[in-house]
């Protein structure tokens, strides 16, 4: 068998958007990461309480957040059956609103990925729709999004260190354990945890979790999800309370600047990687939102002026 020897040792350009997810690749230990439009981290429960002006000052507005999300799990619960072959077991909740956070609906999670190069998809995919381009050009102006990035271990210790410490009730393990609550693969733990978040006795909790049975789409997106301990309360409040995000270690919020053209690059680097909405979002609906994209990234490789494609149902 031929072997390739590698005479010259060659420093390939990157993209700077690409350099920076490579960067975060790199980081010690076991992070997550997430990749958004705006600076503060909110759950899609969170935006229906904002949208709806359900506040947290007074106990009666607590009681009708805790109702919604309740409500809102049931009624899901209830019609489910109809569209799934199989449904989880109605007692365990944390698989119930991880399958209603799989399909679009409100839920006190938030969505991260283990793959910085994902992140960096979402927080720049529609970016090229919000460039103005006039006559054909690339815009000059600059863009801003953010990439949050949390240590799960640590976050994972901290929160375990907090349930030990303080859960009096029935299920509470050997104080010693501190690995009780995080090993994978246990049913039987998750649904303790699953208990635990929705007691509401832990206000100022924030526990990464990933549910024992994995759908397509947290598989190819390497997903994982943050579940505060409440809803009394936004999920940004929640965090900050939970651990210190002014430390590095555990958790980093970065602002990435960027022109239409570095998104542009990033975008037909990232499509390279197999990283795009068709492939984040197995089936038809996202083979055609991928098309959104497709003429912008693809320009270079366009129909020279003047040939015409052959129609081929003619």
């Not at 705006?38 to 607590?62: A, P, W, Y």
């Not at 083979?287 to 270079?300: D, P, Y």
Request: net charge neutral; glycine share 4%.
């Amino acid at each position: 068998m031929d072997s390739l020897i590698i005479e010259e040792k060659r420093r390939c350009p990157l993209n700077p958007l690409i350099k920076f997810a490579y960067e975060l690749s790199k980081l010690e230990g076991e992070w997550a990461f997430r990749g958004d439009f705006k600076s503060e981290i909110t759950s899609s429960l969170d935006r229906i309480f904002t949208n709806h002006k359900v506040e947290t000052q007074t106990e009666g507005q607590i009681k009708k957040r805790r109702y919604i999300e309740k409500k809102l799990i049931r009624e899901f619960q209830r019609a489910a059956h109809h569209y799934l072959s199989k449904t989880p077991p109605l007692d365990d909740r944390l698989q119930w609103i991880a399958l209603l956070q799989h399909h679009g609906g409100p839920t006190r999670l938030v969505d991260f990925t283990y793959s910085p190069y994902i992140a960096l998809y979402f927080a720049i995919n529609n970016s090229l729709r919000d460039f103005e381009c006039v006559d054909g050009k690339s815009p000059e102006e600059e863009l801003t999004r953010y990439i949050t990035g949390i240590s799960m271990q640590q976050l994972k210790d901290i929160s375990n260190c907090k349930i030990i410490s303080e859960w009096k009730g029935e299920c509470c393990p050997d104080k010693d354990d501190r690995n009780y609550f995080v090993q994978r693969g246990k049913k039987r733990d998750m649904k303790r945890i699953s208990k635990l978040l929705f007691s509401e006795d832990f206000a100022d909790l924030v526990y990464p979790i990933t549910p024992f049975i994995l759908n397509e789409r947290i598989l190819i997106q390497q997903g994982t999800f943050l579940c505060p301990g409440t809803v009394d309360k936004p999920f940004k409040t929640t965090l900050e309370n939970a651990i210190d995000c002014n430390d590095e270690k555990i958790f980093l919020k970065k602002q990435i600047t960027f022109t239409f053209e570095q998104s542009r690059e990033a975008l037909a680097d990232l499509k390279k990687m197999n990283i795009t909405k068709a492939s984040l979002f197995p089936g038809i609906d996202g083979l055609a939102q991928s098309l959104a994209n497709h003429w912008v990234l693809t320009q270079k490789r366009d129909t020279p002026e003047g040939e015409v494609l052959a129609d081929e149902y003619e």
